[in-house]
């Protein structure tokens, strides 16, 4: 989901504080007015929940991650501006503490028991949301099919139902829904002949090549045969002077090779998209020597969209 993931805790009496805080450990609530008053009007005291703090753009119609990065970036000043134009909300998939008692060493099938009768009891709504559960493989898999098309969802979580809560230990499995598409190699580390990763883009409305992510390392026969097809790229090429992130958020800078932004690529893609840039790295799949760069998605599309 495209979310950040968080703590909220309520005081143990009146008159007392709620914090946010993130997986790093940092408090965050005065980012996130519009929750902190919300948890102090609805939610009892002495519980904490965990959970996923996400912004829903009502114009775009989808979770926004860059709505939700810049409210997570600002000050205490500008928090309440933020707030009245992307409301937040929180995911809550797990309680920690229930009425001031420490739940962490119950099975996660008391504490999902605890949660959801948390919500029924207090009829939560928003901005307070629980996160659907089932046993039932079949519509797992249907979650994961259908549930996925809805932009910054990207697919399941699975959790023991014995399992206790272990602080700073991931205990589950995500499963991200992932799609075949096509970008354009406009760049590589490495060399022509052995590249390492391809940094790909997609034509925007002016024909002007957009980056839009990289793939994972290759493999050492793939980049042969990736190194054959590849040609050094001539004057004007549109990521000159470009600096490529060697991961989303990073400040380190890839070492690239521009070539010539003629060859498709096909790769598989996760649902994490924002703003027509993939998130996460990309799985290269193959060349696509019957599609030209024209048949590409254009930019801003999804990874759902594949040339024919």
């Known amino acids: 989901m495209d979310g950040h993931r968080a703590l909220l805790f309520t005081p143990a009496g009146p008159g007392g504080t709620v914090v946010v805080q993130t997986r790093r450990g940092a408090l965050v609530q005065d980012r996130w007015p519009d929750l902190v008053a919300a948890a102090a009007e609805q939610?009892?005291?002495?519980?904490?929940?965990?959970?996923?703090?996400?912004?829903?753009?009502?114009e775009e119609g989808r979770l926004s991650f860059q709505a939700l990065q810049r409210r997570a970036a600002a000050r205490a000043r500008g928090a309440a501006g933020l707030a009245a134009r992307w409301p937040a909300y929180f995911v809550a998939f797990d309680v920690l503490q229930l009425d001031g008692e420490e739940l962490l060493r119950r099975p996660y099938r008391d504490r999902r028991t605890q949660l959801e009768k948390l919500f029924t009891d207090r009829a939560l709504t928003a901005p307070w949301t629980l996160c659907p559960m089932t046993t039932d493989l079949a519509k797992a898999r249907e979650w994961l099919e259908t549930w996925t098309d809805v932009?910054?969802?990207?697919?399941?979580?699975?959790?023991?139902?014995?399992?206790?809560?272990?602080?700073?230990?991931?205990?589950?499995?995500?499963?991200?829904?992932?799609?075949?598409?096509?970008?354009?190699?406009?760049?590589?580390?490495?060399?022509?002949?052995?590249?390492?990763?391809?940094?790909?883009?997609r034509l925007d409305?002016?024909?002007?090549?957009?980056a839009v992510g990289r793939t994972v390392p290759l493999r050492p026969d793939t980049s042969r045969q990736v190194g054959e097809h590849l040609a050094a790229a001539g004057p004007g090429h549109p990521f000159e002077g470009v600096r490529f992130a060697s991961a989303w958020g990073s400040r380190d800078v890839l070492d690239v090779v521009l070539v010539r932004p003629d060859l498709v690529a096909?790769?598989?893609?996760?649902?994490a998209v924002d703003l027509g840039v993939f998130r996460h790295p990309l799985r290269f799949q193959r060349i696509r020597l019957d599609v030209s760069a024209g048949d590409v998605p254009p930019f801003g599309q999804g990874s759902a969209a594949a040339a024919g």
């Open 205 to 210: 409305q002016a024909g002007r090549l957009r």
């Open 266 to 271: 096909e790769v598989s893609a996760d649902r």
């Open 43 to 58: 939610l009892p005291h002495g519980l904490v929940l965990d959970g996923e703090l996400v912004v829903w753009d009502a």
């Open 151 to 201: 932009s910054g969802v990207e697919g399941l979580v699975i959790k023991p139902l014995t399992s206790r809560y272990l602080a700073g230990y991931r205990g589950w499995t995500k499963i991200r829904r992932r799609d075949t598409t096509e970008a354009i190699i406009g760049a590589v580390t490495g060399t022509l002949t052995r590249p390492g990763l391809l940094v790909l883009g």
